[in-house]
């Protein structure tokens, strides 16, 4: 087995503990090359797409990869930024506002982001975290709710990266927080802000709350996202006073034939406003970052499907972004998770105490 070289290594350096953000991905631009790089890696991953490589690479690359590019690159034109991919534009936003939050709260940390698939990869951020002096590295996949596709996908990025290393650092990472309280909280923050700027919901209102999809099979398999977006969407009613009848959660960006997780988002709201609903309220729970899923397929696709099934009032409430409620509430996540690590100065060795630690190993012969 061989392993990647190590960063150079310097005796009293101090031990510092890093915190690597990873969020799905993005392509680097809205064209069709750029996507079909970003779908090839994104559809060739066997966590995302469970169907044996035998039968599915040829469908992929014969077929797929040859007719969406330039379909999803005009999606991606339509919700582009000036400074680039909304999700690639938030992800940076969160690790800056992060770093600022914990170091507020006391702690010592590097910050730093990933993408599962494009840039930047989650191996070339981990060896960025070890070269700056991470010998602690606490991974933070921003899915609020665990699933295979997701969660898994990111962890095995990290194995992966593991197993071309030769001197691991200590890993640890966030499974889920979907019942936490504090993003719990900024949601229903997000939710009442809205009201606040747009009226209350009304008696022929309801809430929708859109979570991604996945194949039906996966929860017949054991994965629990299905039932954790359940309960994401059960304790934020609570959380504004909902009644059952008031709200509604759906699942969206289906793929293929096979049966996925239900009610489906699009056909619901078309249901929704054939039956007499004037107005509807989409949040998406499972996204802390708008992108194509939540700007596109949500606040154009879902409000077109809306409107023209004789529905009255469309609003979309967008992700939490860089709220600072979120963010604190991410501080507060990560802090959690950090405990027993030695992230605040004074539990960091003093400068002396560096110094002592090479001037001794430099006696006994060591080079630097």
Known sequence: MSTQPEPAFRHGQAPRTGVLLVNLG???????????RYLGQFLSDPRVVEI???LWMPILHGIILRVRPRKSAAKYASIWMPEGSPLRVWTEKQTKLLQGFLGEMGHQV???HAMRYGEPAIGKAL???????ATRILVVPLYPQYS???????MDEVFAWGRETRLLPELRHINRFHDDAGYLDALANSVRRH???NGPLGDQGKLLMSFHGMPRRTLDLGDPYHCECLKTGRLLAERLGLSREQYVVTFQSRFGKAKWLEPYTEPTLHALAKAGTARVDVVCPGFVSDCIETLEEIAMEGKAAFLNSGGKTFHYIPCLNDQLDWM????????QHLQGWPTRQEQLPSADTLSRQRDRALATGAKD
């Open 26 to 36: 993005t392509p680097e631009g809205p064209t069709a090359p750029a996507l079909r």
């Open 52 to 54: 044996p490589r035998l």
């Open 110 to 112: 590097l910050v730093r």
């Open 127 to 133: 060896s960025a975290l070890k070269a700056e002096g």
């Open 148 to 154: 295979g596709a997701t969660t898994a996908s990111v």
């Open 195 to 197: 009201w606040q700027e």
């Open 328 to 335: 604190r509430a991410l501080g507060q996540l990560v802090e």
